[in-house]
T-cell receptor, first 112, second 113 residues
């Protein structure tokens, strides 16, 4: 079965610093991959999704970008973090048509 | 696009009682409705799902019902236990390729022993 890894688990960064969060998956090939953000006590906001290498769709304009350099790797980045970027970042995958969406363990980001 | 609303935002029940969480959706093309349980500090975990060609699905103490005409679906947990305490999210997806899942705002369930 598929496994989703995210690191780091927690991260504290100063405002204006860059960001790179990594998500890697095992046990599957050519998955659809997703980045979500969850503010404290709130729901899930879809940020980006990817249906293949180099293919990125952005859901909301923001201070973040995503890349998919390899089939099983999905990266979330920022050149300059804002306070509002704080949150719980979740990577997810599904296996295509009719597939269930599975979530990784998440990265908690605190921007100070 | 799709809009999913979830109620209540918080729910407190006594151990052994039942809990019901309700969601409505707006896009009649939505055809897959999963429910997730999120424990503190962890990613959401799928607990049950239902497709639009089915009206009800059960898995032990958990059941989900779907009313396509009214565009609402509900999660039912019977004989609640303290370990059921968590945040529950509903979701809907109208996308044939399941590229976009639209989530409700979540329900924090507290089961009191």
């Amino acid at each position: 079965s598929q496994t989703i890894h995210q690191w780091p688990a927690t991260l504290v960064q100063p405002v204006g610093s860059p960001l790179s969060l990594e998500c890697t998956v095992e046990g599957t090939s050519n998955p659809n991959l997703y980045w979500y953000r969850q503010a404290a006590g709130r729901g899930l906001q879809l940020l980006f999704y990817s249906v293949g290498i180099g293919q990125i769709s952005s859901e909301v304009p923001q201070n973040l970008s995503a890349s998919r350099p390899q089939d099983r790797q999905f990266i979330l980045s920022s050149k300059k973090l804002l306070l509002s970027d704080s949150g719980f970042y979740l990577c997810a995958l599904n296996l295509g048509s009719g597939g269930t969406q599975y979530f990784g363990p998440g990265t908690r980001l605190l921007v100070l | 696009g799709e809009n999913v609303e979830q109620h209540p935002s918080t729910l407190s029940v006594q151990e052994g009682d039942s809990a019901v969480i309700k969601c409505t959706y707006s896009d009649s093309a939505s055809n897959y409705f999963p429910w997730y349980k999120q424990e503190l500090g962890k990613g959401p975990q799928l607990i049950i799902d239902i497709r639009s060609n089915v009206g009800e699905k059960k898995d032990q103490r958990i059941a989900v019902t779907l009313n396509k005409t009214a565009k609402h679906f509900s999660l039912h947990i019977t004989e609640t236990q303290p370990e059921d305490s968590a945040v529950y999210f509903c979701a809907a997806t109208p996308d044939y390729n399941f590229n976009k899942f639209y989530f409700g705002s979540g329900t924090k369930l507290n089961v009191k022993p």
